[in-house]
Antibody, heavy 116, light 107 residues
Framework: QVQLQQSGPGLVKPSETLSLICTVS????????WNWIRQPAGKGLEWIGR???????DYNPSLKSRVTMSVDTVKNQFSLKMKSVIAADTAVYFC??????????WGQGILVTVSS | EIVLTQSPDFQSVTPTEKVTITCRAS??????LHWYQQKPDQSPKLLIK???QSIPWVPSRFSGSGSGTDFTLTIDSLEAEDAATYYC?????????FGQGTKLEIK
């Protein structure tokens, strides 16, 4: 089973860009989708979007204007950028592997706080 | 967007009890419904895929059923370690969505 390790800053200023990376080990970045999901404190899960190994993206319409995802198959990483962040973007961000059959592997989660 | 509504939101149960959590979709999603368990400060863990398919590392007391719009997660003979929040999730259409969660407290 693959493992996902997340990295990135835990504090971002309002109006700036949130950037996170998910590094995949134990298998290549192929044949499935790689997802980003977030969870505000004490609340439920929100799907942000996904990217395939070939770089095809699908984003949640509610965030689409601010989100960019990319993939680096050489480094076995995929990344999330969210621009113009506000306090409401404060959440634990997870990366996860999976497509139609559910998300079988998850990163450890990173708390990103938007504050000046 | 497909809305998933879980019930109940919260349940307090005793060990060995049988627990049933339901998830209703706002439109038919076939069997494209999955269940997760999330314990505090942990990532969600996949319990059941495609409504009723078991996951090898998940204890056999967890089972799922349903299709179309109505789904059920059942925990037979609850154990103390099952205290967690449970989420359903649909992969029928984009954007992917989750239920609001059901929190299980062990008495």
């Amino acid at each position: 089973q693959v493992q996902l390790q997340q990295s990135g800053p835990g504090l971002v200023k309002p109006s700036e860009t949130l950037s996170l990376i998910c590094t995949v080990s134990g298998g290549p970045l192929t044949s499935t989708y790689w997802n980003w999901i977030r969870q505000p404190a004490g609340k439920g899960l929100e799907w942000i979007g996904r990217i395939s190994a070939s770089g095809i993206n699908d984003y949640n319409p509610s965030l689409k204007s601010r989100v960019t995802m990319s993939v680096d198959t050489v480094k076995n990483q995929f990344s999330l950028k969210m621009k113009s962040v506000i306090a409401a973007d404060t959440a634990v961000y997870f990366c996860a592997k999976g497509g139609y059959s559910g998300y079988e592997s998850w990163g450890q989660g990173i708390l990103v706080t938007v504050s000046s | 967007e497909i809305v998933l509504t879980q019930s109940p939101d919260f349940q307090s149960v005793t060990p060995t009890e049988k627990v049933t959590i339901t998830c209703r979709a706002s439109q038919s999603i076939g069997s494209n419904l999955h269940w997760y368990q999330q314990k505090p400060d942990q990532s969600p863990k996949l319990l059941i895929k495609y409504a009723s398919q078991s996951i090898p590392w998940v204890p056999s007391r967890f089972s799922g059923s349903g299709s179309g719009t109505d789904f059920t997660l059942t925990i037979d003979s609850l154990e103390a370690e099952d205290a967690a929040t449970y989420y359903c999730h649909q992969s029928s259409s984009l954007p992917r969505t989750f239920g609001q969660g059901t929190k299980l407290e062990i008495k």
